[in-house]
């Protein structure tokens, strides 16, 4: 936990995911959607290791939460560039995990404790709530999928 506040990691992968939102925006990027899918995948994992630490040690991890929660406008540009983008197979790991982190984002919220009486707050329109509809749809599909592929290979052994 300490190197991981040590290095900012939380404030540098949003630092980083807004200028890929912004680059990825203009017609002569030079920032990939690789870039995109790693930071995004990096968000994902601070998500999940955050949503495990806030329980304990909320008070401690203070400052992260609120870098990361400050992605979520970002998940949801990410997903609307997505969507206007005629690129198949890499906007399809963008979508899924900017809905991953949207998902995960939610849940961090709801587990927040606010101690000291802090209030956090997620700021979202009425647009945002069809991101957010289908980031439910593209998280169950992938559950079913994962339940098949291991009730397949349960059946198989």
């Known amino acids: 936990m300490q190197e991981i506040l040590q290095y900012r990691l939380a404030e540098k992968t949003h630092l980083l995911l807004k200028h890929s939102s912004k680059q990825s925006s203009t017609p002569t990027s030079t920032m990939g959607d690789w870039c995109t899918e790693i930071l995004l995948e990096v968000m994902q994992l601070l ?19 609120d870098e990361v929660l400050g992605c ?38 709801a587990t927040c404790s606010n101690q000291n009486n802090r209030k956090r707050e997620i700021y979202f329109t009425e647009t945002h709530l069809n991101y957010l509809i289908n980031a439910l749809k593209t998280q169950n599909a992938q559950m079913l999928s994962q339940a098949l592929a291991n009730m397949s290979s349960t059946i198989g052994q």
Not at 83 to 108: H, K, P
């Open 72 to 109: 979520f406008d970002l998940c949801v540009q990410l997903l609307n560039q997505s969507n206007a983008s005629q690129d198949g197979q890499s906007t399809s790991v963008i979508v899924e995990r900017s809905s991953q982190c949207l998902i995960l984002m939610l849940q961090l919220y």
């Open 47 to 65: 998500l999940t290791w955050l949503m495990e630490v806030v329980k304990v040690k909320e008070s401690e991890v203070s400052k992260m939460i």
